[in-house]
């Protein structure tokens, strides 16, 4: 607790009056949800100066897709202590962004007694707004420097990898390489860090200010179900989706029926699923 004070003391001292946002975990998804509906939770809470926190840089350049406004990356361990300090102290200049924090609020519990997809628990339970609001969409887009390598319109980029989901088998991978090198397309694996390319695809590491343009150049991605889903979620191209067949957590709603995007193509990967385009 001494220590997460400390934490949000010195937050105090880097950005005089700024009110602070706590986005408690490492999840792109999260991240995203949070920036579309906060516009209007600082809006009827006056608040104008703001920052948001989050663990990790890739958190950091999802929040940068939204607006300009100051973002302090944070250790995990830093992170949670502060905002065990900030619910200690109920600080009313500081919000936690998801949820599961604060515990205290049982927010999660509805997911027991009814499905409540995740966005809309972002939209009407955390940050208190109607449901009809429209969330705010990314508007600090950038191109991929070397967009002209795609061929526009005949490329598909594959997103096989997520930190918190299920890895789907990987002969499914094998049977969407294979459908569209039958056609001629490019195949492109999106990969970041150590990550490796799927056989028979070539690696591509754009920027998450850069996704839009790619897959918008491809023409199609197909991924597993994870945050950079969320992120080009407003992308003009064919976006497929595929949803390991497993609980959220441990509720009785299946993946799909919390995390499915109205933009993509939601598809569930059972044991027996076979691969088909349409």
Not at 58 to 78: G, N, R, T
Not at 141 to 150: A, C, R, S
Not at 188 to 201: D, M, Q, S, V, Y
Not at 211 to 228: D, N
Request: hydrophobic letters at 40%.
């Amino acid at each position: 607790m001494e220590h997460g004070r400390r934490i949000v003391e010195e937050l105090e001292r880097k950005y005089l009056r700024h009110f602070r946002v706590f986005c408690p975990f490492s999840a792109l998804g999260d991240v995203y949800f949070c920036m579309s509906y906060l516009p209007y939770f600082l809006k009827r809470r006056r608040k104008k100066e703001y920052i948001v926190c989050v663990a990790g840089a890739a958190c950091a350049k999802a929040v940068s897709l939204f607006d300009d406004c100051a973002v302090e990356v944070m250790q995990q361990k830093e992170l949670d202590a502060a905002i065990q300090a900030e619910l200690y102290i109920q600080d009313e200049n500081a919000f936690i962004a998801h949820q599961d924090r604060p515990y205290v609020v049982h927010l999660s519990r509805a997911l027991y007694r009814k499905k409540i997809p995740l966005e809309k628990i972002h939209r009407c339970g955390v940050f208190g707004l109607p449901e009809e609001t429209e969330p705010a969409v990314p508007k600090h887009w950038k191109d991929f420097t070397d967009l002209k390598m795609i061929e526009k319109d005949h490329a598909v980029i594959l997103s096989p990898y997520a930190k918190s989901v299920t890895a789907l088998p990987v002969k499914i991978w094998e049977a969407i390489i294979s459908d569209y090198q039958k056609q001629c397309f490019q195949i492109f694996t999106n990969i970041a860090g150590e990550e490796k390319p799927l056989p028979g695809t070539a690696a591509l590491s754009p920027e998450i200010s850069e996704m839009k343009s790619v897959v918008e150049r491809a023409g199609t991605f197909i991924g597993i179900r994870s945050g950079i889903c969320d992120v080009i979620r407003t992308a003009d191209c064919r976006k497929i989706a595929l949803y390991p067949d497993y609980n959220y957590c441990d509720t009785q709603w299946k993946a799909i029926d919390i995390y499915a995007i109205d933009s993509f193509e939601n598809i569930v990967v059972k044991d027996d699923f076979v691969w088909k385009r349409n």
